[in-house]
């Protein structure tokens, strides 16, 4: 591969650049079963190790290719099937609470898309309630699912806001993820202090009183349960 075309792929992978909101997949991503996924990455990435001169007879790196394998499909990269999307159930919003409800501090455990290293961090997400509620717990599982696929944090902020958008029938939705890219500190810069922070917020969420209200909230540092 020439320099130049070296250059343009890195220059690619450090600007963080996603053509869409929605994540890049084939036609056919899911014509092929999940075992039939995991032969085939275990048969490729026992090749990638060969090719760094690993020795795949050693007891220690026997079982390697097919823990990657099974990783990649049933971990890491579950959420890109939709069959996997969590049921977010959601209530009749009997009480009538038309006040911002909040959901902070949910963990993030992603990977980047063009290194495929770990993002980890929190997302922070606020919406007000019209006419439905979702359960609390169904934020986090609806996180935790776009969070599961080789991701921009960019991306994953507006996946998660238009899904919950959807979900719950109103447009007043508000997300914040803040997260440590290990592209960034452990090759490239390796800088291992700096993280990163997106926003994506719609409706009300765009009057600046309202959107500080939410800041403020999410400054709190969680409290400790005796």
């Given at each position: ?41 275990q048969y490729h990435f026992a090749e990638i190790m060969k090719e760094l ?27 890109l099937n939709p069959k996997n999307r969590p049921k977010t159930s959601v ?26 290293l770990p993002i980890v961090g929190t997302a922070h997400v606020g919406y ?99």
């Amino acid at each position: 591969m020439s320099t130049k075309k070296e250059n343009e792929i890195e220059s690619i992978g450090d600007a963080h650049i996603s053509n869409s909101a929605e994540t890049p997949l084939r036609a056919d991503a899911f014509d092929t079963s999940d075992d039939d996924k995991i032969k085939n990455i275990q048969y490729h990435f026992a090749e990638i190790m060969k090719e760094l001169g690993l020795d795949l007879t050693d007891d220690s790196f026997s079982g390697t290719p097919y823990r990657v394998a099974k990783m990649f499909v049933k971990e890491l990269f579950f959420g890109l099937n939709p069959k996997n999307r969590p049921k977010t159930s959601v209530f009749e919003n009997k009480y009538q609470y038309n006040k911002m409800l909040v959901e902070q501090n949910i963990n993030i455990d992603s990977s980047c898309e063009h290194h495929f290293l770990p993002i980890v961090g929190t997302a922070h997400v606020g919406y007000f309630p019209k006419g439905k509620v979702i359960g609390l717990s169904k934020i986090n599982r609806l996180v935790d699912y776009y969070a599961h696929r080789p991701q921009v944090q960019e991306r994953l902020c507006l996946q998660i806001l238009k899904d919950l958008q959807q979900t719950l029938g109103t447009k007043d939705v508000i997300v914040v993820v803040q997260a440590k890219h290990l592209c960034v500190s452990s090759r490239g810069i390796k800088d291992k202090s700096s993280f990163t922070t997106t926003i994506e917020y719609r409706g009300k969420f765009v009057e600046s009183v309202i959107r500080k209200e939410f800041m403020e909230i999410i400054k709190n540092k969680p409290f400790d349960i005796v």
